[in-house]
C-alpha cells in the first residue's frame, strides 16, 4: 500500500488547524487547565498544549459521546404531550491530538453505537467528526497498548496521524476522509520522503520496546468467559471500592442510563455516563441486585472488556491499554494483571492465593 | 461583566425577582396568614412553601430551589423558645449558618439567601421581611449563573499561594525497611495467635513506586506487607465492611495518624466497636507525592494517633501507644493558606472558580467511594424517588453533588483529605471540608477527630448559638 504523507514544520500543522478553525470547523486539542490535561474545544491553535504532553486525564471521547446528553424534550398541555427530538449542533469537528490508543477506542464505541442498531446521535457526531492523532514517542509506566493489539503508532480510529520527528513532523494520511481535510493545505506541503517514514518507523519501533506488559491473547477470551464462577474473583475484586473512575476516564466505556430532568408539566429525557462499578448499575426495582458484590462488579468489566465484547465483536479486547484506570484508580486495581490472575487461576488445579 | 450584561438585559425585559420562602407551618406561616388578613402590602415576588417546621428544612431544599430558577430563598421559623417541636428551628439554626457559610465560601451572593424568625402574630414583620429579602434579590440581580462555569481556555488560573517548605524531610529507607520489616513480623504473629483475622495493610501495586491496600489473612502472606511515606490510602474505609465479614478474630488495619481519626467518626456514629478492630500505628513523617509532602501533612502535630493498640515503630512493635520523642517540626497548614486566598477573591471570582473546578466533575463519585464517613448503604445520589441529585452530568448536577456532599460530611469529616488525592478532575474538595471545620470550629467549638462520646454538632445546639446571620 502506497503511504501518503507529508513532513512540516509545527508552524505549518498549526497554520492548517488555524485555517480549518477559520472555515467553520471545531478544533478539539488538547489544553491545560488547573493543572490537568483535557481535551477542550480551542478557539485558536495556539492554545493547544503539546509540551510535555503524555495523554489527557480522560480521554476524548466526551465529544462523540456527551457525558450528558438531551434525547428529547417533552411538555404537556392538558391531556396532549408534545416531544421535541434532540438536534444535535451540525457543526464538523476535528479531533486532534489524540493519543493511537484513544484513537482506536473510538473503534469500539463505534461496534456499540453504530453496529446493529444505529445510535442517530452518535452516527451523526461521528459523520462530522474527523481524527487527527498523534503517534506516542514515549510510553509512561501506565501504557499497555501492545499487550492488547495496538502499538504507539497505531492508526486504527484515526484519519490522519502527526508523528513527531525531532524538529519536525510527519502527517500521515490514513483515510480518505482524512486526506480530504487535509487537501486545502497539502499542496503547499513537502511530501514525506522514505527517510521520514523510516524515521518515524524506528520511533514506533523503540516506543513499543519500552512497554513490558505482557500480551493479552485472543484465545484468553473464551478462558476468561469459563472464568465466571471462579473463586478468585474474589479476591481480585475485594480491594475495589465500586466508584466510577475506570468507566469514566476510558476511552471504550459506553455504558449510559437515562432519566427524566423536569417537573410536572415539561423536562428533557438525557443519557448520562453510568458505569457497571456502581451498585446501583444493575439493581432492579425489586431491590434484588444480581451483581451484589463489588467482586462481581468488577469482574463484569473485567470480563466485558476481554471476553464478552472481543467474543461478540471479533475484536482482540475492548481495552486499549491507555493505562488510565490503572493510574487513576485510587486503590490500584490493575486491569490486565486482574486478566492475567483471572487466566492464570483458571488453568492452575492449585489453590488460589487471596492476593492480587 | 457577562453577569452584569444580562442583569442589564433582564431589568430591560421587566424582570421581577423569584423568591421562595421555606417556612414553618405553626409560626411564619400562620404569620403570612396574618399579613393577608390585616391587609399589609408588600412585595408579590415570595412563594411560600409550607413545611412543618424548619427543622424539616435539608440544605437539598435549597439547592433545588436555585436549580429550578429561583433568584433568592428565604427560610423562616418560630422565635427560639417557641418552636412547635422544642428545638426543630435551633438545630436549623446551626445547620443554615453553615450552608450559608459554604455557599459564600463558593461565592454565592449572600444577598440570595435569608433567614428570619417570624411568629405567628407577626403579620406585620412578614410583610417586612419579604419586602427586605426582594429589595436585596432584586439588588442582586436574576440568578443566572447557577451550575453554569464561564469556562474559556483562556480564563487565567488562579494563582493559589505556594505551598511553604516542607517542615520536615522524607523518612529514611532504612526506617521505612526496619518498621516494615517490624510490621510483617506483628501481623503474622498476631494472625497465627489469632487474635487476628485479618490485617488490612499496605502492599506494592503495579506501578512504579505505587502503594496499594493489601488484604492479608495468612500469617505467611505477611511479607506482602510493607510501609513507607507514598502509602496514601486511608485504609478505615474498608472496616464497616471489614468487621461483618471477619471470622473470630478482630480486624487489624494499619492506621496513619489522620486515618485513625476516621475511626473516632466510625465509633461515634456506631459503625464499628472499638473491640472488634486493632489499630496498628505506624510512626507517620508524612505522605510524599511527587517528591512534595501532601498539604494535610504540613501542620499535623502526630507521629502516632494515641487511639492505636500497637505501634510499629523502627525498634519493633509495642502495645500502646509509643512515639521516637523526638521533636516534631510543624508548620502553616498550606490549606488554610488556601482557603485564606480563595476568601480574599470577590464573590464573583470565587463562583467562577468552584463552578469551572464542577463543571469537570465526572461524576465518579470516587470521592465518596474513598471516604471513611461515607458508609450509608445508599448514598443520596442513588436515591431516585425523588431524584434529588440530578443525574445529568453537567453544572447542576455536579454543583448539587457537590454541595450536597460537603453538608453531609460537615462536622463529620476528620480531613483526611483522601477524596482530594483521588478526584481525577483534581477538584480541591479537601479545602470544601476544610472550611466546613474551620467553621464549626469558630462557631460551635467543635471538632470531629478528637471524642467519639461528643455528639455531633448537627444533631444538637446551644441556646445562644450565634445567628448574626438572622
Redesign the interface.
Known sequence: MEMKGWRLAEREWREWLEALARAGKRIIAP?K????V?F?P??SAA?IALADYENS??SAKEFLFP??EPLFAYRFQGDEVSLEEARPDGTEQVLFGLRPCDAAGLRQLDHIFLGEEEDPLYAQRRKLTTVVSLACDKSQ??CFCTAVGGSPGGMGGSDLQLISLGNEWLLRAVTQKGETLASAAASRWTPASDKDWGKAEEQRLAVEQGLERNPVPAEWAQLLERSFDHPVWEGIG??C?????C???CPSCSCF?M?D?G?AWCGVR?R??D?CT???FTRHASGHNPRPTQASRYRQRVLHKFAYFPLQHQERSMCVGCGRC???C???M?IS?SVQRAVSAATSKEGV???S | MQQLSEQGKAAEKGWEPRIVALVCNWCTYAGADMAGTTRRIYAPNVRLVRLLCTGRVDPLFITKTFE?GADGVVVSGCHPGDCHYVQGNLLARRRLSLFRALMDFLGLDNRRLHFAWVSASEGIKWSKVVDEVTAAVREAGPLTGWGKAA????SR?LLFPDPAEEPRPAPSPEENESITAHLRKSAASLLSAGELSVVIGY?A????G?????????PE?AS?LAWNERCA?NLT?YLPQAVKRRGKGKVGVVVKSCDAKAVVGLLRENQITRDEVSLLGVPCAGLWENGRLAPKCHACPEEVSSLVDWTITPDGAKQGVATSGKERAVAADPRDGAIAFLESLSAEERWDYWQ??FS?C?????C???CTLCYCATCIW?R?RP?WI?????GK?NTAWNVTRAMHLAGRCVGCD?CA??C???IRLDLLNRRLSQELERKFQYRSDIDPGAAPPLTTFRPDDPDEFL
Open positions: 489544553v487547565e488547573d493543572g490537568l483535557l477542550r480551542v478557539a492554545e486525564r480522560w457525558r450528558t509506566p501506565e475485594r480491594r471500592l465500586s466508584c466510577g473512575i468507566a469514566y476516564v442510563d432519566n430532568e417537573n438525557c448520562s455516563w458505569s456502581f451498585a446501583q490503572l493510574k487513576l485510587p486503590v490500584g490493575d494483571r492465593s487471596e492476593q | 429550578h469556562i474559556t481556555n483562556s488560573p502492599g501495586g503495579s506501578l512504579p505505587q502503594m496499594v491496600p493489601a488484604f492479608v489473612t495468612n502472606e506482602l490510602n474505609v469551572r473546578q469537570r465526572l461524576r465518579c463519585y470516587a465518596q467511594a474513598v442513588e431516585h431524584q440530578p443525574t445529568t452530568n453537567d448536577g483522601e488525592r483521588v481525577p478532575a483534581n
